[in-house]
């Protein structure tokens, strides 16, 4: 069975830990789904499960469930996995709590409850690291965002391996360039109305790839469903690569180097995106497929930028 495991170029984190995949599963509005659809996820081949300690909109702890039972059942170590979750500014409980009065009081209370929640052992989190800590969005305030990012970098290289960023602008990434460890994870919508498929970001993101950092892209299908169900070029490929128009975004997309979040709730859909990812690999390899795939790409480029 094929694993979204495969990598391009530098990653962050050390020998000790997965690579970031080229796609994620991502647990969003899951609700009382979300341990299973994670087991299902796994069993299916992802091998990167994003998540958010946000009980509005995820339920981490659930992720953490569905991980302990991949685990638990020899589907794959923690070393396979690539977990990444994210504090949310202003988010409850913390943020309301008086014994969490400050930004980074409430920063260290979040973190240490995404532990507990994602650790295979629960009962002995000491040991445990999170591959990357996703700040959801910068805080209303450019100095609320430098104490919150200052309160992050105390807690690298552990427990959190590597540090990010999403629903950000480019002065916001400019403003955290200059920490002491900057974002290596940008993660955006890409969606042709938000600044163009985000390329101002991309752009960014491309012009420091030397340091390992990535750009992650969200509601990649949904945000953008007129461009994948009727371009005529996505759908020449999918017929060509004899796979679904979903996959042959997909493809495309990793192709120009944004990782994909995938939150499907089809164990069928699961299986078919993975395995169609490796068909369009071998296919493209083939004289007949390179051609078609390298016409495709261009006009994919063409539509969202490079």
């Given at each position: 069975?094929s694993?979204?495991?495969g990598?391009?170029?530098?990653?962050?984190?050390?020998?000790?830990?997965?690579a970031?995949?080229?796609?994620?599963?991502?647990?969003?509005?899951?609700?009382?789904?979300?341990?299973?659809?994670v087991?299902?996820?796994?069993?299916?081949?992802?091998?990167?499960?994003?998540?958010?300690?946000?009980?509005?909109?995820?339920?981490?702890?659930?992720?953490?469930?569905?991980?302990?039972r991949?685990?638990?059942?020899?589907l794959?170590t923690?070393?396979?996995?690539?977990?990444?979750?994210?504090?949310?500014?202003?988010?409850?409980?913390?943020?309301?709590?008086?014994?969490?009065?400050?930004?980074?009081?409430?920063?260290?209370?979040s973190?240490?409850?995404?532990?507990?929640?994602?650790?295979?052992?629960?009962?002995?989190?000491?040991?445990?690291?999170?591959?990357?800590?996703?700040?959801?969005?910068?805080?209303?305030?450019?100095?609320?965002?430098?104490e919150?990012?200052?309160?992050?970098?105390?807690?690298?290289?552990?427990?959190?391996?590597?540090?990010?960023?999403?629903?950000?602008?480019?002065?916001?990434?400019?403003?955290?360039?200059?920490?002491?460890?900057?974002?290596?994870?940008?993660?955006?919508?890409?969606r042709?109305?938000?600044?163009a498929?985000?390329?101002?970001?991309?752009?960014?993101?491309?012009?420091?790839?030397?340091?390992?950092?990535?750009y992650?892209?969200?509601w990649?299908?949904?945000?953008?469903?007129?461009?994948?169900?009727?371009s005529?070029f996505?759908?020449?490929?999918?017929?060509?690569?004899?796979?679904?128009?979903?996959?042959?975004?997909?493809?495309?997309?990793?192709?120009?180097?944004?990782?994909?979040?995938?939150?499907?709730?089809s164990?069928?859909?699961?299986?078919?995106?993975l395995?169609?990812l490796e068909k369009?690999?071998?296919?493209?390899e083939?004289?007949?497929?390179?051609?078609?795939?390298?016409?495709?790409?261009?006009?994919?480029v063409?539509?969202?930028?490079?």
């Open positions: 069975m694993s979204a495991s990598t391009d170029g530098p990653q962050p984190g050390t020998a000790h830990t997965a970031m995949p080229v796609m994620l599963y991502g647990t969003a509005w899951k609700k009382e789904r979300t341990a299973d659809l087991y299902e996820a796994i069993k299916a081949g992802f091998r990167g499960i994003d998540t958010a300690h946000m009980k509005r909109h995820y339920d981490e702890a659930g992720t953490g469930e569905g991980i302990r991949a685990i638990r059942d020899g794959v923690r070393s396979d996995l690539w977990i990444q979750t994210k504090y949310t500014p202003h988010d409850e409980p913390y943020a309301s709590d008086p014994s969490t009065p400050t930004i980074t009081s409430q920063i260290l209370a973190v240490s409850a995404s532990i507990v929640n994602l650790c295979p052992d629960p009962s002995d989190s000491s040991t445990f690291h999170l591959d990357a800590l996703i700040l959801h969005s910068p805080f209303p305030e450019p100095h609320e965002t430098l919150a990012w200052s309160a992050l970098c105390t807690l690298t290289p552990h427990p959190i391996r590597t540090l990010g960023i999403s629903n950000v602008t480019l002065p916001t990434l400019r403003l955290l360039s200059t920490a002491p460890h900057p974002p290596l994870i940008v993660q955006n919508r890409i042709r109305v938000e600044r498929f985000d390329l101002d970001i991309r752009r960014w993101v491309a012009s420091h790839s030397s340091s390992g950092m990535r992650q892209g969200f990649t299908l949904t945000g953008n469903r007129d461009e994948w169900q009727k005529e996505i759908g020449r490929l999918a017929s060509a690569a004899d796979v679904e128009r979903a996959t042959a975004w997909y493809a495309l997309l990793l192709a120009t180097d944004v990782v994909v979040l995938n939150g499907t709730t164990q069928e859909h699961m299986r078919g995106d395995e169609g369009i690999k071998e296919w493209r083939t004289e007949a497929g390179k051609e078609v795939w390298d016409t495709c790409l261009r006009e994919f063409t539509m969202i930028g490079k």
